[in-house]
């Protein structure tokens, strides 16, 4: 047996889009992080109009703790690079992707607010120095991180072909890497600090953009933040994070319910709580709408009837002077109320329907949907008997008062004022608690994994001697009452249950397109995607309400940007990303050589 001859020619990395040396790339993209993060404490510009007030020195306010936080983390990231010690955990992944994808965000969020500032002063002149020294310096960041070399290296054997374009070089940085470096593990303590740590950052973070004001502060807060969370996926700390998560799975979900039963606690209105309040009501709804779709693979266009079944059947029986019953259960009747309803529609809905596949099902369950919101406008005394009201709805129902507690007057707790939402918000946080808790245990059970047999294959699972109907049934029936349970709480937030709550499609949530894409942009099947999933399609219409006729548009175009880039959603599970990506392209955790990953790379080469 002969072997080829060999050249001995070591592979190259792949060259920066600039041509500039190395180590001079990263000196000069680090000095230049180090000015970003120093302008935000020079005033940007002299009039105070502009939200959040930038006309400080030494105080950074509003947008500027944006482009300090860039400036942060461009810097560590790329001191990392340059060998310093004790920051070589911030990159297991990689050292220049991160670099660069955080001066991208940091020179993006920093010149977005200098326009606006420029745009709704009228002009330039309204600027302060320190708003152009920002500006120079998030630009000399930028320049700094496009000239550092790819962290993946070319074979020697493709070394000498044609050059590659400035796209194909800004591509290749951008590329994650396979093989990634071993990170010194942590004691269980130490991994647990770490878990604290990271639900307390997204807290403040998730609290900095809900507390933002409408308009410039919003988006240049998301412009930043989807920008910068690639960084922390390429640098392999997400991925790393979801490895420790995963070893302290019960710690972390009860340091996430901890933190976000915080939130109230920083508030000091009503103005953002409802926004949380809404927010958990939705993210509830679809984590029953994931037993569904992301369990069971049942393509449901019409989860969001079952929410308004619950809705009207608690209204109906929560002492509202204009219900026709003229019911007034206390809230744990009513709650089971809404759920038992919703649990019996959907067997009614299913038991003749689940025996349909595909478009089919999705067309039957979508006409379902309409067929509840008409009902409800044709219930009205003068076209059908006289139930709902019609468009007028329920109105006025009361408070919920559970053990003398009235969650309509404030209280204080722990020195805290906690207005009326902040009480609902505080009751949504246990009812959530209660649907992962739910959906947790089925997911694990065999019941779970026969949904997941089904979905993957139904034809194989049957064979095998798996009764696809009844589970399939089953799947409708606890979708259905979670969305029931959820109804419930959420027509004592509103006060009022109306057919036009319950539409296919709208410009605000929840509605059945919006509870569809949370579950599947979040991540199907997986418990904290459709959770993030459903806080992101509710609070970013909220924050850009401004926008008014425009915000379809760029929610469909965020939706073609997030398929074409991120198909398997923002958490997937890794079978999806085994299913969409090659195995270069893996987002599998770091670790230090775990047969887990070897074998995923392996079943992905299997497939090819």
């Known amino acids: 047996m002969t072997t080829p001859p060999t050249t001995g020619a070591a592979p190259q990395h792949h060259p920066g889009v600039l041509r500039l040396p190395g180590r001079g790339a990263l000196l000069t993209t680090a000095a230049a992080a180090l000015a970003t993060a120093a302008s935000t404490a020079l005033a940007w510009t002299w009039s105070s109009e502009f939200p ?41 992944a990689g050292r220049t992707a991160p670099v660069l994808l955080t001066a991208i965000a940091t020179f993006a969020a920093t010149w977005f607010t200098l326009g606006a500032i420029a745009v709704q002063l ?21 320049l700094g991180a496009l000239g550092l070399p790819a962290d993946r290296t070319v074979p020697a054997d493709r070394a000498a072909g044609p050059a590659p374009g400035a796209w194909q070089r800004f591509t290749g940085a951008l590329a994650p890497v396979p093989l990634r470096k071993p990170v010194r593990a942590l004691p269980s303590w130490g991994e647990l600090l770490v878990i604290a740590a990271a639900i307390a950052a997204g807290l403040y973070v998730f609290t900095y953009g809900i507390d ?20 922390l996926q390429r640098a392999g700390l997400t991925g790393r994070l979801s490895e420790i998560t995963a070893r302290h799975r019960g ?30 009501v939705f993210a509830t709804v679809a984590l029953g709408l994931n037993v569904v779709v992301g369990l069971a693979g049942l393509l449901d266009l019409g989860y969001v009837a079952f929410l308004g079944v619950g809705a009207y059947a608690a209204a109906l029986v929560s002492g509202s002077p204009e219900s026709a019953l003229g019911l007034h259960f206390p809230f744990w009747a009513a709650l089971l109320t809404g759920a038992a309803a919703s649990l019996v529609f959907g067997v009614l809905i299913g038991a003749p329907t689940l025996r349909l596949r595909g478009d ?26 006289d139930v709902t009201n019609g468009a007028m709805g329920i109105p006025n129902i009361p408070n919920l008062e ?29 009812v959530t608690a209660f649907v992962v808790l739910v959906f947790r245990r089925a997911a694990a059970s065999r019941i779970g994994r026969a949904w997941i047999a089904i979905r993957e294959d139904e034809t194989a699972a049957v064979a095998m001697g798996i009764n696809s109907f009844r589970l399939r049934l089953l799947a409708f029936a606890l979708g259905a009452a979670l969305a029931g349970l959820a109804g419930t709480v959420h027509v004592h937030i509103v006060t009022t249950a109306t057919p036009e709550q319950f539409q296919f499609a709208g410009p605000t949530p929840p509605n059945s397109a919006f509870l569809l894409a949370a579950v599947i942009l979040g991540g199907m099947g997986t418990l904290s995607g459709p959770l993030v999933g459903a806080a992101l399609l509710f609070l970013i219409p909220a924050k850009l309400d401004f926008l008014q006729d425009y915000q379809l548009l760029l929610f469909g175009l965020a939706l073609v940007l997030l398929m074409r880039f991120r198909p398997e959603g923002l958490i997937p599970d890794r079978r999806k990303q085994l299913e969409f990506h090659e195995t270069g392209q893996l987002d599998i955790p770091p670790d230090t050589g775990l047969p887990e990953r070897d074998q995923a790379i392996g079943g992905t080469q299997a497939k090819a």
């Not at 300090?68 to 070589?88: E, K």
């Not at 009228?122 to 930028?142: K, M, R, T």
């Not at 502060?217 to 960084?231: D, T």
């Not at 039957?364 to 003068?382: D, K, Q, S």
């Open 251 to 280: 710690f972390a979900l009860t340091a996430a319910f901890v933190a976000a039963a915080c939130f109230p606690l920083t508030q000091e209105t009503d103005q953002y709580t409802i926004i949380g309040a809404n927010i958990l």
């Open 122 to 142: 009228g002009g330039l002149v309204n600027l302060e120095p320190g708003g152009f020294v920002a500006g120079a310096a998030a630009l000399a960041a930028l």
């Open 360 to 385: 089919y099902l999705a067309i039957v369950t979508l006409g379902f949907g309409e067929i509840f919101r008409i009902a409800m406008l044709n219930l009205n005394g003068t076209t059908g008997p």
């Open 402 to 430: 559970i053990f003398g507690f009235n969650f309509g007057e404030p209280h204080d707790i722990l020195g805290f004022t906690i207005a009326t939402y902040g009480n609902y918000y505080l009751l949504m946080i246990l």
């Open 52 to 92: 959040g007030d930038l006309t400080y020195y030494g105080s950074p306010t509003g947008l500027q703790l944006v482009t300090l936080a860039g400036g942060i983390l461009t810097l560590l990231f790329t001191l990392s690079g340059l060998g310093l010690r004790g920051l070589g955990w911030l990159t297991p």
């Open 212 to 231: 933002a004001d409408d308009g410039p502060p919003f988006v240049g807060y998301l412009i930043f933040v989807a920008l910068a969370a690639p960084a």
